[in-house]
């Protein structure tokens, strides 16, 4: 069975650290890989999408980079502020599946 | 979100009726999908269309089906609902460059 993990499931930081989150997935036929958020009671919006073509995306603070040998992806997030806390979802294309997420909390 | 509305937003049913939750598009995207939302599940899977009436199961399609008469619409029906429905669901549609994009999400609650 395909699966996508993500690494840790939560996750609390003080304001302004920098920060990695983990995604790694077993579906070796992978075109493409998305990261989302969630705030709570809401729905997902979509942050970042990598081609399978490209190895990394960026936007403002964040940035993800796919690792298709590897089976992983990361998203990174310089300057954590509060108003980054949130679930951060990763999906895979290749089979459609989501990530269970990491639960961020910044604390100012 | 833009492009994508669900409706109802909010539904408590009772057990055993049936329940059919809208997803329209306006952007005439090929590919869409319903999920539901659970603590310790994650998203998940229900049904998928690759066009008009052109669907297929995903991980977890027992009791539901689902209808896609027109490109713009994709419904989902609980033919008899029960309190393990009970979820968020959520609509998505597949955009040109292969990403996706949600709708808001409907909390059905099934008594």
């Known amino acids: 069975k395909q699966e996508v993990t993500q690494i840790p499931a939560a996750l609390s930081v003080p304001e302004g650290e920098n920060l990695v989150l983990n995604c790694s997935f077993t579906?070796?036929?992978?075109?493409?890989l998305q990261w989302f958020r969630q705030d709570p009671g809401k729905g997902l919006t979509s942050l970042l999408l990598?081609?399978?073509?490209?190895r990394e995306q960026t936007s403002g603070r964040l940035n993800a980079s796919l690792d298709k040998s590897s089976g992983r992806s990361t998203l990174y997030i310089a300057a954590s502020q509060p108003g980054d806390s949130a679930t951060y979802l990763c999906r895979s294309q290749g089979n459609l599946i989501f990530g269970k997420g990491t639960k961020l909390s910044v604390k100012p | 979100d833009a492009g994508i509305t669900q409706s109802p937003r909010h539904k408590v049913t009772e057990t055993g009726t049936p329940v059919t939750l809208r997803c329209h598009q306006t952007e005439n995207h090929r590919y869409m999908y319903w999920y539901r939302q659970d603590p310790g599940h994650g998203l998940r899977l229900i049904h998928y269309s690759y066009g008009v009436k052109d669907t297929d199961k995903g991980e977890v399609s027992d009791g539901y089906s689902v209808s896609r008469s027109k490109t713009e619409d994709f419904l989902l029906t609980l033919e008899s609902a029960t309190s393990s429905q009970t979820s968020v669901y959520f609509c998505?549609?597949?955009?040109?460059?292969?990403?996706?994009?949600f709708g808001s999400g409907t909390r059905l609650t099934v008594v």
């Open positions: 998505a549609i597949r955009t040109e460059n292969y990403g996706y994009t």
């Open positions: 990598i081609q399978s073509s490209q």
């Open positions: 579906d070796s036929a992978i075109y493409n």
